[in-house]
């Protein structure tokens, strides 16, 4: 897996793919919540995503929790199959927000408060 991380428009964007799991959850962990520590709203791109386990999910989770506790936006970005089926099992798809690109998430005021 590999993460793409920049920053537009005043938010942090996490561009992962490949597979979010034990191994890499702590790194993802990290980045989610240092851009929120900075204050920044936070949008994650799933769209490389080809598997996602519960230490996934727990970090973007968390990672949610933190956001809304400070008031920051968090959302994800471009859902792939796989990864969707994931968040759609554990009813997460009704807690995040979701947008189908990069642009809706951008156009739609830094996605909905965690």
Same mark, same amino acid.
């Given at each position: 897996?590999? =993460?793409? #991380?920049?920053?537009?428009?005043?938010? !942090? #964007?996490? /561009? !992962?793919?490949?597979?979010?799991?034990?191994?890499?959850?702590?790194?993802?962990?990290?980045?989610?919540?240092?851009?929120?520590?900075?204050?920044?709203?936070? +949008?994650?791109?799933?769209?490389? *995503?080809?598997? #996602?386990?519960? &230490?996934? @999910?727990? $970090?973007? *989770? =968390? /990672? +949610?929790? =933190?956001?809304?506790?400070?008031?920051?936006?968090?959302? +994800?970005?471009?859902? $792939?199959?796989?990864?969707?089926?994931?968040? =759609?099992?554990?009813?997460?798809?009704?807690?995040?927000? @979701?947008?189908?690109?990069?642009? &809706?998430? +951008?156009?739609?005021?830094?996605?909905?408060?965690?």
């Amino acid at each position: 897996m590999t =993460e793409h #991380i920049r920053e537009q428009d005043g938010r !942090l #964007i996490v /561009a !992962l793919d490949g597979d979010v799991d034990l191994n890499r959850a702590p790194e993802i962990r990290k980045f989610l919540l240092g851009g929120v520590a900075r204050g920044l709203d936070v +949008l994650v791109d799933l769209s490389g *995503v080809s598997y #996602i386990d519960s &230490s996934g @999910i727990a $970090s973007l *989770v =968390e /990672a +949610l929790q =933190e956001a809304g506790k400070k008031g920051i936006r968090l959302g +994800l970005v471009a859902v $792939s199959q796989d990864a969707r089926k994931v968040f =759609e099992l554990a009813r997460l798809d009704k807690v995040f927000a @979701i947008h189908s690109d990069l642009d &809706s998430a +951008l156009a739609d005021g830094k996605g909905k408060p965690g």
